[in-house]
T-cell receptor
């Protein structure tokens, strides 16, 4: 069975600082990986996806993620945090159609 | 193209009543997924449907829960004889292929 682990349930950064949210996956086959963002009381919005085309994936709102097979990681980064980035972020892997989610990382951005 | 629609957005039921949650997928999407988000827990897969077929219901509780996606009309997640532990946010997603697009969710409160 495939799974994802997100390291750190809460991450706090200052506005303008680098954002790094960690995700490690476990999969016996080449995975399809996703990052989603959830704002309070809303649904999930797709940030980006990895489907084996390119290891560096660019998403919306300035986010990107790099697939590293040797480290089984798919960390999410953004060079400069904005106040509007404060939300919960979920890493997910596709297993037979369904998404298996990590526990989520809540990102706080301090002014 | 309208996004995934869910209604109602908020639903309050007394213990023992039935809850019906509706999901209209994005136009052209024939795959529908239901997920549940419990307080302090991550998102958990419940069921995957295509028109008139249940593809994967491995995440559905064995009793009281059922789902359908008829040939015409929205997908329905039905919870019979609700209990307080059913209080959660229920999200529907639809997919054309790899990525899933989520609706705003239905927040069920059981009193």
């Amino acid at each position: 069975a495939q799974s994802v682990t997100q390291l750190g349930s809460h991450v706090s950064v200052s506005e303008g600082a680098l954002v790094l949210l960690r995700c490690n996956y476990s999969s016996s086959v080449p995975p399809y990986l996703f990052w989603y963002v959830q704002y309070p009381n809303q649904g999930l919005q797709l940030l980006l996806k990895y489907t084996s085309a390119a290891t560096l994936v660019k998403g919306i709102n300035g986010f990107e993620a790099e697939f590293k097979k040797s480290e089984t990681s798919f960390h999410l980064t953004k060079p400069s945090a904005h106040m509007s980035d404060a939300a919960e972020y979920f890493c997910a892997v596709n297993q037979g159609g369904k998404l298996i989610f990590g526990q989520g990382t809540e990102l706080s951005v301090k002014p | 193209n309208a996004g995934v629609m869910q209604n109602p957005r908020h639903l309050v039921r007394r213990r023992g009543q039935e809850a019906r949650l509706r999901c209209s997928p994005m136009k052209g999407h024939s795959h529908v997924y239901w997920y549940r988000q419990l307080p302090e827990e991550g998102l958990k897969f419940m069921v995957y449907l295509q028109k008139e077929n249940i593809i994967d219901e491995s995440g559905m509780p064995k009793e009281r829960f059922s789902a359908e996606f008829p040939k015409e009309g929205p997908s329905i997640l039905r919870i019979q004889q609700v209990v307080r532990g059913d209080s959660a946010a229920y999200f529907c997603a639809s997919s054309p292929q790899d990525e899933q697009y989520f609706g705003p969710g239905t927040r069920l409160t059981v009193t």
